[in-house]
């Protein structure tokens, strides 16, 4: 019998973790993931995949752990002894990071330096195929539009330079031989906050919206398609770095933010159209069938110190290379997540 493949995925309980999960327990995989330790329960995205420690064929295993922890990165790599290693755990809050910004440093640079260390460690630098899960906002203060995998870097925040270091100590692959890759993808704080809300003001639990920079373009796709790039890229003899992105960030009508708040409300069964009055800090979104109601403002205190405007990737490389294409529409990941947090407030989790 062919043993099956062994995977390891910090940051598992997170959006794209759980997604990559699902993918590799369909794949046939082991799957390991590891979670920090909290005085409340944050497995929420993995409540589908759970299974029980005591049964025999189970597939998904779940270890504590925290990046900063050297010794406990070790011992979990150690004896999980994985094939792949999917590095998704982070501080990934861009506006936390100014704030939490020594932290965000140790968790997002040196927690993947201590990851790659590990496996050369526990002697499987040849064994264990390394994914960094790297982020567009390195490109900052963007050099060309898009963003390909020769652009430039210009970070404008602790998050974005942690995870410059991240970047370039995948380089070991270079030192030690290893089989290490970056993909560089959006990080999206903005879209579960947008959804959640629209999920509570819905139910009547919540009467406003409060964002910052509604007029910053993304380039979203669907943590589904970009898990799948993920997986793909490990597959691959030689590792390689990669931009994970859709090519797409603007409608005709809107940018991504204030176009992904109006989809949110519009989504059924919400069903509400957003109608925008005023300008800058004073600007309101108000439900276009009773402009008294104010369902969205800006709040500066969500502005970030040094703004990242524009992020859109060329996905050309990951097409020519891995086959990749996205399939989901943002406007479909939209419809799902205002379902999915509708579901989660009817069942009683008001702040996940």
């Not at 959006?186 to 409060?210: E, F, M, N």
């Not at 933010?257 to 800058?280: D, H, K, M």
């Amino acid at each position: 019998m062919v043993e099956p493949k062994v995977a390891l995925i910090t940051g598992i309980t997170g959006q794209d973790g759980s997604y990559l999960a699902e993918l590799l327990l369909k794949k046939g995989y082991a799957v390991h993931g590891v979670i920090r330790r909290s005085s409340s329960f944050n497995t929420r995205r993995i409540e589908d995949l759970y299974q029980d420690p005591h049964v025999d064929t189970r597939k998904l295993y779940l270890h504590y752990g925290d990046l900063t922890d050297s010794t406990n990165c070790f011992e979990i790599v150690s004896s999980v002894r994985p094939d792949e290693l999917y590095n998704l755990g982070a501080q990934s809050h861009v506006k936390v990071s100014f704030e939490m910004s020594e932290y965000t440093a140790d968790t997002d640079g040196l927690g993947t330096l201590r990851l790659l260390n590990a496996i050369r460690s526990s002697g499987l630098a040849g064994k264990t195929r390394f994914y960094q899960a790297s982020t567009s906002e390195l490109y900052g203060l963007v050099q060309e539009v898009p963003q390909r995998e020769t652009t430039p870097f210009y970070p404008r925040s602790p998050y974005a330079a942690a995870k410059l270091y991240a970047y370039w100590i995948v380089n070991y692959r270079e030192a030690y031989g290893m089989h290490a890759s970056n993909g560089a993808m959006s990080p999206d704080p903005v879209q579960p906050r947008v959804t959640r809300a629209v999920a509570r003001i819905h139910k009547g639990l919540q009467q406003t919206l409060y964002m910052g920079n509604i007029d910053a373009k993304r380039d979203w796709g669907h943590a589904r398609d970009y898990v799948e790039m993920m997986w793909m890229m490990m597959q691959k003899d030689e590792p390689d770095d990669y931009v994970v992105a859709t090519g797409v960030t603007n409608t005709a009508a809107s940018p991504p933010v204030r176009y992904f708040i109006e989809l949110a409300f519009a989504a059924a069964p919400v069903g509400i159209t957003i109608e925008w009055q005023g300008e800058g800090v004073d600007e309101i979104g108000v439900d276009a069938a009773d402009k008294s109601r104010v369902l969205v403002r800006i709040d500066p205190k969500y502005f970030r110190p040094t703004e990242v405007e524009l992020l859109i990737g060329d996905p050309a490389k990951a097409k020519e290379k891995l086959g990749w294409v996205p399939k989901i529409p943002m406007q479909e990941l939209c419809k799902e997540m205002v379902a999915c947090d509708i579901a989660l407030v009817e069942k009683g989790d008001l702040t996940s």
